[in-house]
């Protein structure tokens, strides 16, 4: 997790063996894992929260399959978690709480 304690990140990947462009049509065939984040990529993330005044987004990329290039498609301020603590196990709602108590 990450360096400061007002900021953790997790890598999650989820993949999916679909033909459609829309990867909520085959729901079931997402298989989820948990990725390491490159600490470039970590950095961006947190200059991005601190440029924003923000202490909470999901970014959303894009890795190419052979891992050799990322595209950056949002930062959700309000991003949905809890799904992916079932589909994964890790402790989101326990880090979000720490946040929380921390304001």
Not at 15 to 37: G, K
């Amino acid at each position: 997790m990450g360096a400061s304690p007002l900021c953790q990140s997790v890598g999650l990947c989820a993949c999916i063996d679909s033909p459609h462009l829309d990867w909520r049509r085959d729901y079931d065939l997402v298989r989820y894992s948990v990725i390491d984040t490159p600490s470039e990529v970590v950095d961006a993330c947190h200059r991005y929260l601190e440029t924003f005044g923000l202490v909470f987004g999901a970014f959303d990329f894009g890795i190419r399959e052979d891992d050799e290039g990322r595209a950056w498609y949002e930062c959700n301020t309000g991003g949905q978690w809890h799904w992916l603590e079932l589909e994964t196990g890790l402790p989101m709602t326990s880090a979000i709480a720490d946040l929380l108590e921390m304001k």
